[in-house]
């Protein structure tokens, strides 16, 4: 049922993703340069990798070993444990490897329209914990094995809570609890907060 409504979902969405698709990767061309398709690795069900497909919001030329240092410097313990007391949030400040275009993209959301390409492959669900890549995972443990139970999502639990103003314990208390309660009921739920948050920007980076 859930992967019924996957596909469901992404369908309803294919026609204003062929509108503007080709617009975003029109700008990002004539602003930024090729690619307009970022391409990144990511840990999915079972500890499956998989290739995750985004709108490029980022330099050419950026640096990946930037956010391995800032996620490793926010763990202050070998292993990261779920928690809700407030800590560091997720999100490096100024970013300056993010581009103009990329901060429209990530400020609305739409640089994560091609993760329905994902949907479509199985690799992705709907909702469910956002995919992490393998540094990230490996700072969770064994927490990251009963994350891995479920496909990972383009929404979930963690990001209708605040998204990146959370901290790396508050995503996994929050994604661990959607895997433990997880039901058509709660997705739905999920969807209708993500356009709400998406609309007011709330979280975004």
Known sequence: MKRLIDITITSLFLPFLLVIYPLIVLLIYLIDGKPAIYKQERVGRKGKLFLLYKFRTMDI?????????????????????????????????????????????????????????????????????????????????????????????????????????????ERLHWDLEYVEKKSLALDLKIVFLTFYYVVTRKGAN
């Open 61 to 169: 030329l950026s640096n990946d070993e930037v956010h391995e240092k800032h996620y490793k410097n926010l763990s202050k313990r070998k292993t990261i444990e779920p928690s809700l007391t407030p800590n560091e949030p997720i999100r490096i400040e100024n970013d300056d490897r993010i581009t103009n275009i990329g901060k429209f993209l990530r400020k609305t959301s739409l640089d994560e329209l091609p993760n329905l390409i994902n949907v479509l492959k199985g690799e992705m669900s709907i909702v469910g914990p956002r995919p992490l890549v393998k540094y990230e995972s490996e700072l969770y443990g064994n927490f990251q094995t009963k994350r891995n139970t479920v496909r990972p999502g383009i929404t979930g639990l963690a990001q209708i809570q605040g998204r990146l103003d959370l901290s790396l314990q």
